[in-house]
């Protein structure tokens, strides 16, 4: 039973680029969170994604955004990077049903 | 707004030394209550969790914690830790529901000497 994978594992960008991360959940799950993880800090919610719609949002600008695929994969994008948006991104899975999340490895993305 | 914190930012400890790990969290309501821990190299897993019933939950590799609804505390506790629990720990509250994002804190790196 694969687990929550994300991809790219490592990403280098420059300020005011635009990335996109991805996210594959834990099978049978169908709804998706994204966290940032600065460095010493804990992980601070980005957003959360179900039947394909932003249901909840944290404190973060619109500069980032993200997606749901009908497969409940994930994508969240962030544009006109600053050098602040380097960090580790996490993405956890659960079921709408349930409060557990399960969180993959991360994408540690450094801005230059 | 709801926070959580922990006190103890760096732990060090000698194999089989007792190990308990605080967190405290402020909000008022229902809660559902985690720590995360995190190995070195490795993502985020869940140690243990508390919704409701029972106060005091066990989870995995020996690892447990008491919820004191009165002291808005859910304290991690090990009795006899080994060099593997080396790793950084992360208490985190959800409201539950629709509302289920994750608060953390920032997290407890522990250090077990052989």
């Known amino acids: 039973d694969a687990g929550v994978t994300q991809s790219p594992t490592h990403l280098i960008k420059t300020r005011g680029q635009q990335v996109t991360l991805r996210c594959s959940p834990k099978?049978?799950?169908?709804?998706v969170s994204w966290y940032q993880q600065a460095l010493g800090q804990g992980p601070q919610f980005i957003f959360q994604?179900?039947?394909?719609?932003?249901?909840q949002r944290g404190n973060f600008p619109d500069r980032f955004s993200g997606h749901q695929f009908p497969n409940y994969s994930s994508e969240l994008n962030v544009n006109a990077l600053l050098l602040g948006d380097s960090a580790l991104y996490l993405c956890?899975?659960?079921?709408?049903?349930?409060?557990?999340?399960?969180f993959g490895p991360g994408t540690r993305l450094t801005v230059l | 707004a709801q926070s959580v914190s922990q006190h103890n930012h760096h732990v060090i400890l000698s194999e089989a030394a007792s190990l308990e790990l605080g967190c405290n969290y402020s909000?008022?309501?229902?809660?559902?209550l985690f720590w995360y821990v995190q190995y070195p190299g490795q993502h985020l897993q869940l140690l243990l969790k508390?919704?409701?019933?029972?106060?005091l939950v066990k989870g995995i590799k020996g690892f447990e914690a008491e919820f004191i609804k009165s002291k808005f505390s859910f304290n991690l506790r090990k009795p006899s830790v080994q060099w593997s629990d080396t790793a950084e720990y992360f208490c985190?509250?959800?409201?539950?529901?629709?509302?289920?994002?994750?608060?953390f804190g920032t997290g407890t790196l522990l250090a077990v000497q052989p």
């Open positions: 099978s049978g799950h169908d709804t």
């Open positions: 985190a509250v959800s409201q539950g529901g629709a509302t289920n994002k994750l608060i």
């Open positions: 909000y008022g309501g229902t809660v559902n």
């Open positions: 994604y179900y039947e394909e719609e932003e249901r």
């Open positions: 508390y919704f409701s019933g029972d106060p």
């Open positions: 956890a899975s659960s079921l709408a049903s349930s409060d557990t999340q399960y």
